[in-house]
């Protein structure tokens, strides 16, 4: 069965001050992993798809990264509106449905 | 731009209630999947649908039912309501075709179900 793993489950920063993210996974096939953002009561926001071990993907103050294993998502200077959960998901080969992680709440103080 | 539109917003029904969320996806996306997320938990995909015809199905109790209409737009029906199915239903979409991200789906804002 598909499965995704998420650490922390809650992460407190100061403004400023980069960290990490962890995604881990274990999946038929994998045919795309995916970071989603999510404001409390508010759908996911979509931010990256990965595809394939060693791509590596930024927008902004994030940057994610994957390997056959797991997947991390570093925040970089991070300001008090990254404050957010961000998911992660897997979608296996010939299949349309995302399988999630339970998310890591992030809180950023200034 | 044009988002998902999921109505409505909020939702209050009675135990054995039965209850209709709809979903209207981004214009000239053909495939809407339907998701429910429980109170500090991940979502958890229901079921989809592209062209019309169900392409993939995940734990959708048999008391759920959904289709989509040919202008694209799907509905969740959901019979004899219990208090477990208090939940957010998200509605997502996605285009098909050599112009889409490969399985990026597109999420609504939500219908918030409380089932009293």
């Known amino acids: 069965e598909d499965q995704v793993t998420q650490s922390p489950e809650a992460l407190r920063l100061q403004e400023g001050e980069s960290s990490s993210l962890n995604c881990s996974y274990t999946v038929s096939g994998l045919r795309g992993l995916f970071w989603y953002r999510q404001d409390p009561g508010k759908g996911p926001e979509f931010l990256f798809t990965?595809?394939?071990a060693g791509e590596e993907k930024e927008k902004e103050r994030l940057k994610a990264t994957l390997t056959k294993k797991e997947s991390f998502l570093h925040i970089t200077a991070p300001k008090p509106e990254d404050s957010a959960t961000y998911l992660c998901a897997v979608q296996a080969t010939g299949f349309q449905k995302l399988v999630f992680g339970t998310g890591t709440r992030l809180l950023v103080s200034p | 731009a044009a988002g998902v539109i999921q109505s409505p917003r909020h939702l209050i029904k009675e135990k054995r209630e039965t209850a209709t969320l709809k979903c209207y996806p981004i214009?000239?996306?053909?495939?809407v999947y339907w998701y429910q997320q429980g109170p500090g938990q991940d979502p958890q995909f229901l079921i989809s649908?592209?062209?019309?015809?169900?392409?993939d199905k995940g734990s959708i109790p048999d008391r759920f039912s959904a289709q989509q209409f040919s202008d694209y737009h799907s509905e969740l029906n959901m019979s004899s309501l219990e208090l477990g199915d208090s939940a957010l239903y998200f509605c997502?979409?996605?285009?098909?075709?050599?112009?889409?991200?490969?399985?990026?789906?597109?999420f609504g804002p939500g219908t918030r179900l409380t089932v009293l």
């Open positions: 997502a979409s996605s285009p098909s075709g050599s112009g889409a991200i490969l399985g990026e789906q597109f």
């Open positions: 214009p000239r996306h053909d495939t």
């Open positions: 990965l595809y394939s």
């Open positions: 649908f592209y062209e019309k015809m169900q392409s």
